[in-house]
């Protein structure tokens, strides 16, 4: 029902779950996973990656997942920078491997994401950086332009 497309709220209590669950293995919040191993999203936030090949998110159009509006400010500021992104679909393998990860979210904008199943991933990637600078370009140029 595209009525729905932009309700969340839908899967709130299993989300809280989800974060609930994470904790309790020590873990801050769970990344949700498909049965195959794809990365979902995260309970309350979409999640990306740096690799090798530029920065890497998940489409929520590939996993049937509802599209996140912080996302869409996300894709739009790395493009105006001229950084590598790539919408698709992300094995949990590939999560593991990332040499940095990102929740993004309305509260937590562009945020690292510190480790993925215990394995470290850089707070401080440059690329990372560098999309975590031109998100706040773009959300300034966005505010200065409101009325």
Not at 32 to 47: I, K, Q, S, T, W
Request: charged residues 20%; negative net charge.
């Amino acid at each position: 029902i595209d009525a729905w497309k932009t309700v969340k709220w839908m899967s709130y209590a299993p989300n809280c779950l989800m974060t609930r669950i994470a904790q309790e293995h020590g873990a801050d919040e769970a990344l949700l996973l498909a049965a195959d191993g794809r990365v979902l999203d995260g309970p309350n936030f979409a999640v990306g990656f740096v690799t090798k090949k530029g920065l890497q998110l998940i489409d929520p159009g590939a996993n049937r997942m509802l599209p996140s509006c912080t996302q869409a400010l996300v894709c739009q500021a790395a493009a105006a920078a001229g950084l590598p992104l790539h919408e698709g679909v992300v094995h949990v393998d590939e999560a593991r491997n990332a040499l940095a990860g990102f929740a993004m979210s309305a509260t937590r904008h562009v945020n690292p994401i510190k480790d993925v199943d215990g394995i470290e991933l850089s707070t401080e990637n440059s690329m990372l950086c560098d999309l975590q600078a031109a998100y706040w370009r773009f959300v300034d140029q966005e505010l200065q332009a409101a009325p």
